[in-house]
């Protein structure tokens, strides 16, 4: 039997290839959801539907793109699946509007890999009793 740790680390390193996708250049982000081992969703933060894949300008990232796990949990919305129970791997730390979402869709668990320099995200998922780990990859 695998331990909850080795496939959340295997889920970490798949967000971490998806986030390749990603047409930023700044920051390259990916996101999985995960219900009974099987994923049911996938993101990367980039440009909405229809909008050029360009992320930035002038090294600044435009305010209508959109984060990994925003895109993940969208597209669970218009499936027709759901996310509760779920977790979400994701290669960088929530933000605060991302938070928002997390809970709002039912996610139980989020597996982060890499800090960021704001933390108040974090701390909305533990008030909301969401299991939070950092788990550093490679």
Not at 126 to 135: S, T
């Amino acid at each position: 039997m695998e331990t909850n740790s080795l496939l959340d680390r295997r889920y970490l390193r798949m967000a971490k290839i998806w986030a390749e996708n990603s047409y930023c250049k700044r920051r390259q982000v990916g996101a999985l959801i995960v219900k009974d081992k099987m994923i049911i969703s996938d993101g990367y933060n980039g440009t909405p539907s229809g909008f050029e894949n360009v992320c930035e300008e002038d090294g600044v990232t435009k305010p209508y793109v959109l984060h990994a796990e925003a895109n993940a949990i969208t597209k669970i919305a218009r499936s027709g699946n759901n996310a509760d129970g779920a977790t979400l791997y994701v290669t960088d730390e929530p933000c605060i509007e991302c938070s928002k979402l997390i809970i709002q869709s039912g996610i139980r668990r989020v597996i982060f890999a890499r800090e960021y320099r704001l933390h108040d995200g974090l701390e909305l998922l533990k008030r909301a009793k969401i299991d939070v780990q950092f788990l550093p990859t490679e």
